[in-house]
């Protein structure tokens, strides 16, 4: 899969442990939906860690001037091993969005 490899690569890389590569990962790409061949398969995995790693500017300032993007804590890497959190507000809009369906119909 595409994205255990831009971990495997943030692992390789930058030497982080796994779960804060997956936890980068997460914030990075939270909301997004993959599907088909997608702008995100157009760039290779380094660019992705390096991206995810140290932010946006790293491509105008080179990774020796820019610090890496603070690691998420503890409570952000408890959410992002589990995805429960967005599938539960996807149905909390589901529903209330039929909810207002059906009372304004």
Do not use: C
């Not at 831009?6 to 997460?26: F, K, L, Q, S």
């Not at 860690?49 to 990774?63: K, L, P, Q, S």
């Amino acid at each position: 899969m595409f994205l255990l490899d831009i971990a495997a690569e943030m692992v390789d890389r930058y030497g982080i442990d796994a779960d804060e590569a997956v936890a980068r990962i997460n914030e990075r790409f939270i909301g997004w939906r993959f599907a088909g061949d997608g702008l995100l398969f157009h760039q290779s995995e380094a660019y992705w860690a390096t991206d995810i790693y140290f932010g946006h500017d790293v491509w105008w300032r080179g990774e020796e001037s820019v610090d890496p993007v603070p690691a998420p804590g503890g409570w952000q890497r408890w959410l992002s091993r589990r995805l429960a959190w967005q599938q539960l507000w996807r149905l909390r809009r589901l529903w209330w969005s039929k909810r207002l369906y059906w009372k304004h119909r």
